[in-house]
């Protein structure tokens, strides 16, 4: 049965936070439907609204491209949460909602009496979610960081990078993008739990903790037996070649990677290089692994002549594991991105056309869909606080006490 | 939260972390294997150094909260088995190539004709259809089609991944968010549906909006080493490494001011820095000569100290700044440890007790986590195989045939 409207179809959702942990959270169920609310503040804005912001800039915290990009399909309404005034709209705005999912510092919400206890006696059901860095409870949780500081106490930073360099993290502060699906999935799971049950429930997510989840398998190693893995470049215990090659043409490389020996002679004439199949350094997958180097050394110079693009679909063709290290130019003119649909073009009033960004999942009775631009501040103000009974009049006065700020 | 949901799961290992999540949020997970194991998903290294794939270390990692059985698809009973477990499912999880299952008489719409209400999460490198399908990747391929290689690593040497499979970190919950997300769909519709899911879709993720940016003003950034849209985010400590950053505007400079009244107590705060009008500071305003300053100055005094010194100082100054951990510092770490985050796991037969990961999340309704250990060889079969109504005799027949 098909599902037109989205699965979230008529759920609620409202969001307070800022950065990218908590809002790209909600994007799964904005795009599937749900009526996603912003509540933010012009007085204290969302860093991510000034992040590219230079002195003279027209659109101010309209203009923030990254901000733009990363709240598609959702609405804003900007609420000055230190006037009681402003406490009063956020709590009639909760009396709507279904789901609350937020990500400031852990004392913020209580702050404003916007806690848990007292939300859920408003709401009977609610669903409420909190993702800090080290989540609510604990000697540590008021300490500041953005995702680059989490990644690094996850462990993700130690562990990309050359062994005789620097940690260089993998690129993108990897728990603002990994702790939001969890966020995302412990959202949906809940709302199965209460269509099951009618209850709702609170959850306290720390973002570091859903970094260092998963990578069980370092945490396993380390305390089974003493291990502690380490930044490799691409080196892997199991395969070899298992490298990243240099191609034709400025800054141009492939990934290959090479599993069994079977692999390996499929690569080795798909290179036409015979030799090196009959290279008794190179013939089995153990002998791989000790000469690594000057396999890779011998790959190196079969690659870097050739075209990347052509080389994966050479090597695709005869079953060797290949791809070609994608630049964003690359990504954007990927058939196969294109294919799943995954860029949209949406034209925002300041910045013009934008390509937006689906996530990961497609559901065979359901289209994903991108309709907005992330929202202008408070450009929702009259549309959602109408829909919570404010009549014209109000709205104009909170506007004018500085409420709706 | 999903108790009474029974997951059948054939993945490989790009699937054991969606698997383990579904386990560890209360559903009934049942990991099918062939009958003699899955060989790549439970190598080593093992658990007190012998090649034993029962002490695989990344299998006992990966598959907490699920049931064994063993099965063999490309025998006609096993098929038949498969169908009536199938029956029994609300989900199936699995990440074969695009059209393998099918080839065996067991795809999607061969499933979904007899059990309307199944929820079927296809986990694949690139997504079921589409000019890419056919193609094979494990994780290396994946971070370099899914962007994010292009973009880490060091400006002279080629890019780099993740020492662990990073990307299927990402897809994994993904997929157990798609599935939870089809469950909640099928209590209000009836039915379940394809949950297909791209791991190089996935990645893309982890550029945080870096394509669409590029959409907007058309400069390739390349890789940067330690560095971040300019500046550096990784810097040396006396024994190791901290991430601590100079852009992000409002929200970063009372740490920033923080760091240089912690210099000048120290008397390593040059004059210009302990001067500079934060106010007006703007990290997109910087020439290079500015920021090369401004790391010069921060670089010599974090080389003065370890991290530990720098973190205890940046919790009591509320800096942002953190070590770059390895994962014994991580289990050692205060406050994961007084949120309960790990958990010991037993292995009587091996004589070992193991830390885990439990799952992270704290409910309003009770414990959330790890339910069992990873399951040995066909552990489970006797159980799940007794609800189709096989007894013992029944089991050692499919033994003997290779089924089971």
Known sequence: ?405 | MLDGIRILDLSEEPGFLAGKILGDLGADVVKLEPPGGDRFGRRGPYLGEVADPERSLRWLALNTSKRGITLALATPRGRELFGRLAARADVLLETAAPGALEALGLGWETLRAERPRLVWCSLTPFGRTGPYAGFRAHDLVLVAMGGNAALTGDPDRAPVRCTLPTSYYAAGPEAAAGIAMALYARERSGHGQLVDISMQECQLATLVTAPGQYSLSPQLRGRTGARLGGTREIWRAKDGDVSFGLRGGAARIPSLVATVAWMAEEEMAPAWLSELDWKNYNHNLLSAEEIARLEGAFSAFFATKTRRELFEQALARRIMLAPCNDSREILEQPQLRSRGLFTTLEYPEFGARIEHPDFFAKSSRGRIGIRRRAPRLGEHNAEIYGELGIDADGLRELASQGVI
């Not at chain 1, 609350?100 to 409420?128: D, H, T």
């Not at chain 1, 380390?222 to 291990?227: I, L, T």
């Not at chain 1, 990677?257 to 290179?271: H, I, K, N």
């Not at chain 1, 992330?374 to 109408?386: A, I």
Request: glycine share 10%; with cysteine.
């Open chain 1, 1 to 405: 049965m098909s599902v037109p409207e989205g699965l979230f179809q008529g759920l609620k959702i409202l969001e307070l936070g800022a950065g990218a942990a908590g809002p790209v959270a909600t994007r799964y169920f904005a795009d599937q439907g749900a009526t996603v609310v912003r509540v933010e503040s012009g007085v204290r804005p969302d860093f991510l609204r000034l992040l590219h912001f230079r002195p003279g800039d027209p659109h101010g915290l309209n203009g923030g491209p990254m901000f733009v990009l990363m709240n598609p399909n959702k609405l804003s309404v900007a609420v000055n949460l230190s006037k009681p005034e402003g406490i009063e709209v956020a709590l009639r705005l909760v009396g709507w909602a279904d789901v609350v999912s937020e990500n400031f510092s852990p004392r913020a919400m209580a702050k404003w009496g916007l806690e848990y206890q007292r939300l859920r006696e408003l709401k009977p059901g609610l669903i409420m979610v909190s993702s800090c860095l080290f989540g609510q409870t604990g000697p540590q949780r008021m300490y500041p960081g953005f995702g680059g500081q989490g990644s690094a106490i996850a462990g993700f930073n130690h562990l990309a990078g050359w062994p005789d360099r620097e940690a260089v993290g993998p690129s993108g502060t990897i728990t603002d993008s990994l702790s939001p699906r969890y966020v995302a999935l412990l959202i949906a799971a809940a709302l199965f739990h209460r269509e099951r049950t009618g209850e709702g429930q609170y959850i306290d997510v720390s973002q570091i903790e859903t970094g260092v989840y998963s990578l069980s398998e370092a945490i396993v190693r380390a305390s089974a037996r003493g291990e502690v893995m380490t930044r490799r470049g691409n080196h892997a215990e199991d395969a070899a070649p298992h490298a990243i090659y240099p191609c034709a043409g400025p800054d141009r490389w492939i990934a290959i990677a090479v599993f069994s020996d079977e692999e390996w002679r499929r690569l080795c004439e798909a290179l036409g290089a015979p030799g090196l199949a009959r290279d008794p350094r190179f013939a089995r997958a153990a002998d791989r692994l000790v000469h690594e180097e000057a396999l890779d050394a011998a790959l190196v110079e079969r690659t870097r002549a050739l075209e990347p693009d052509a080389l994966m679909h050479r090597l695709q063709a005869a079953g060797v594991e290949a791809g070609v290290v994608q630049t964003c130019a690359d990504l954007l003119q990927d058939p196969q991105l294109a294919h799943r649909g995954h860029f949209v073009r949406l034209r925002h009033r300041h910045l013009g056309d934008l390509r937006f960004e689906h996530y990961g999942i497609c559901f065979s009775e359901s289209p994903r869909r991108l309709e907005t631009p992330g929202p202008d501040l408070g450009e929702h103000n009259l549309r959602v606080l109408g829909s919570v009974g404010y009549d014209e009049l109000e709205i104009r006065s909170l506007v004018e006490a500085g409420v709706l700020a």
